[in-house]
């Protein structure tokens, strides 16, 4: 039974990335879930899998090394998915120190780790035994509005302290597999959207906000443009690149899915009244009027878009879910669980939320 890391997991890519595992490989594979539980990290999102016999969980910071070799030593190891970071660019621009702390020196812990665990006496690697560490497109910078596209080969211009923490982080992991033919791959993946998603990121505060009629705040002129990909797929391509992928590579990941904010936000608001019932008393507060403008995000990225042609190319993966059918899932996903968003809302939330938003 192989053994799987994952850090992060619980997370929105991580959980979701977790059930994506067990509904695949069921009792084939072992998964451990290393996680701080932050703010974003929440054990509801896995209740469902909790009580599995080849599920585990380990309360632990990446950052603290002991815990993570301890993690190695007790177990085989021989798959590392690295989700753990902060992950939210307002964040970083109000707070960066935490993002270097757990994003590069995390990531570099997780490294010695491994290394530490998988390494012969040769200098080579026990065979099979793999790390994969999750990144993001915005480690490339920002496209023009008019065009081209992110491939693996565009030189690393990030902008927000987010970006810049994870561009080391990715440098580090490169660095480990030239140095020491450790062997790695790294993913660069667009926005995600779909269950599970904290209500600080774009698409579920919108849907938020707007089912208790609050405004809607966007930034700028709202044409900053995204790629977004329904999450499952993103899970679906990380699985691909780590058994099909060839090693030391990076592959792009990417939905072929530009939208503008704005449009994203006309899309949430229309679905939202189509699925609503007329009996439901929120459906008539849900108008275009709840649309504000707002200042802009410091050093606002314009545009991202991926070009997934090598991941596809060479592993077979494509985006399959379209925007049309992975926004009705998620939406009827928070309809569903308006339990699990009650509770993320609650306590330090609305904190963030006044800091994040009250004089903007
Ligand atoms: P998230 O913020 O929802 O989850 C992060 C998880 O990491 C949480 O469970 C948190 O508790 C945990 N964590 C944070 N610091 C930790 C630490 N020091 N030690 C252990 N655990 C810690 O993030 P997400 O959106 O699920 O993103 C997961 C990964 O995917 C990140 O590396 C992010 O950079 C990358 N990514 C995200 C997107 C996106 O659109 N969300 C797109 C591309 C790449
Ligand atoms: O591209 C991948 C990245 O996507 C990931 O690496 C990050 O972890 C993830 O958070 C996401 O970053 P973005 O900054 O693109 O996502 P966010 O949801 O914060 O914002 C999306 C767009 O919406 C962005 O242009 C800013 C805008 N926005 C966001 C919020 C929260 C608003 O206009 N209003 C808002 O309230």
């Given at each position: 039974?192989?053994?799987?890391?994952?850090?992060?997991?619980?997370?929105?890519?991580?959980?979701?990335?977790?059930?994506?595992?067990?509904?695949?490989?069921?009792?084939?594979?072992?998964?451990?879930?290393?996680?701080?539980l932050t703010y974003a990290g929440n054990l509801?999102?896995?209740?469902?899998?909790?009580n599995r016999e080849n599920y585990t969980f380990?309360?632990?910071?990446?950052?603290?090394?002991?815990?993570?070799?301890?993690?190695?030593?007790?177990?085989?190891?021989?798959?590392?998915?690295?989700?753990?970071?902060?992950?939210?660019?307002?964040?970083?621009?109000?707070?960066?120190?935490?993002?270097?702390?757990?994003?590069?020196?995390?990531?570099?812990?997780?490294?010695?780790?491994?290394?530490?665990?998988?390494?012969?006496?040769?200098?080579?690697?026990?065979?099979?035994?793999?790390?994969?560490?999750?990144?993001?497109?915005?480690?490339?910078?920002?496209?023009?509005?008019?065009?081209?596209?992110?491939?693996?080969?565009?030189?690393?211009?990030?902008?927000?302290?987010?970006?810049?923490?994870?561009?080391?982080?990715?440098?580090?992991?490169?660095?480990?597999?030239?140095?020491?033919?450790?062997?790695?791959?790294?993913?660069?993946?667009?926005?995600?959207?779909?269950?599970?998603?904290?209500?600080?990121?774009?698409?579920?505060?919108?849907?938020?906000?707007?089912?208790h009629g609050r405004k809607l705040p966007v930034?700028?002129?709202?044409?900053?443009?995204?790629?977004?990909?329904?999450?499952?797929?993103?899970?679906?391509?990380?699985?691909?690149?780590?058994?099909?992928?060839?090693?030391?590579?990076?592959?792009?990941?990417?939905?072929?899915?530009?939208?503008?904010?704005?449009?994203?936000?006309?899309?949430?608001?229309?679905?939202?009244?189509?699925?609503?019932?007329?009996?439901?008393?929120?459906?008539?507060?849900?108008?275009?009027?709840?649309?504000?403008?707002?200042?802009?995000?410091?050093?606002?990225?314009?545009?991202?878009?991926?070009?997934?042609?090598?991941?596809?190319?060479?592993?077979?993966?494509?985006?399959?879910?379209?925007?049309?059918?992975?926004?009705?899932?998620?939406?009827?996903?928070?309809?569903?669980?308006?339990?699990?968003?009650?509770?993320?809302?609650?306590?330090?939330?609305?904190?963030?939320?006044?800091?994040?938003?009250?004089?903007?």
């Amino acid at each position: 039974m192989r053994t799987y890391l994952v850090t992060g997991g619980a997370g929105f890519i991580g959980s979701n990335y977790i059930h994506y595992m067990f509904k695949k490989y069921g009792n084939e594979i072992r998964i451990i879930n290393v996680d701080k539980l932050t703010y974003a990290g929440n054990l509801e999102n896995l209740a469902d899998i909790e009580n599995r016999e080849n599920y585990t969980f380990i309360k632990a910071d990446i950052c603290d090394t002991e815990k993570i070799n301890a993690v190695f030593a007790e177990n085989d190891i021989q798959r590392v998915v690295h989700f753990a970071a902060e992950s939210h660019v307002d964040r970083s621009i109000k707070h960066p120190e935490v993002f270097v702390k757990t994003n590069v020196l995390g990531t570099l812990v997780m490294l010695n780790a491994a290394k530490a665990a998988w390494e012969l006496p040769d200098g080579s690697f026990k065979p099979d035994h793999k790390f994969l560490h999750v990144s993001t497109d915005e480690v490339y910078g920002s496209l023009e509005e008019d065009g081209g596209y992110f491939y693996e080969t565009t030189p690393y211009a990030p902008h927000s302290p987010y970006s810049a923490s994870k561009a080391s982080s990715d440098m580090l992991v490169k660095a480990y597999m030239d140095t020491y033919k450790f062997p790695a791959n790294i993913t660069n993946c667009s926005n995600n959207y779909g269950p599970y998603q904290f209500p600080e990121k774009l698409i579920p505060l919108m849907i938020n906000n707007a089912l208790h009629g609050r405004k809607l705040p966007v930034y700028g002129d709202g044409k900053n443009v995204r790629d977004w990909l329904y999450v499952e797929d993103h899970c679906k391509g990380i699985d691909m690149v780590q058994e099909k992928g060839r090693l030391f590579e990076t592959y792009n990941i990417g939905g072929h899915n530009e939208r503008q904010n704005l449009q994203i936000i006309h899309t949430i608001l229309e679905t939202l009244r189509e699925m609503l019932p007329d009996s439901d008393p929120r459906k008539a507060g849900i108008t275009d009027e709840l649309i504000t403008f707002v200042e802009d995000r410091k050093g606002h990225d314009r545009r991202y878009a991926i070009a997934p042609d090598k991941i596809r190319a060479e592993v077979g993966w494509y985006p399959e879910t379209t925007f049309e059918v992975g926004i009705r899932k998620t939406i009827e996903w928070y309809f569903e669980h308006e339990e699990w968003m009650n509770h993320v809302t609650s306590g330090d939330y609305q904190k963030y939320y006044d800091d994040m938003y009250s004089n903007r």
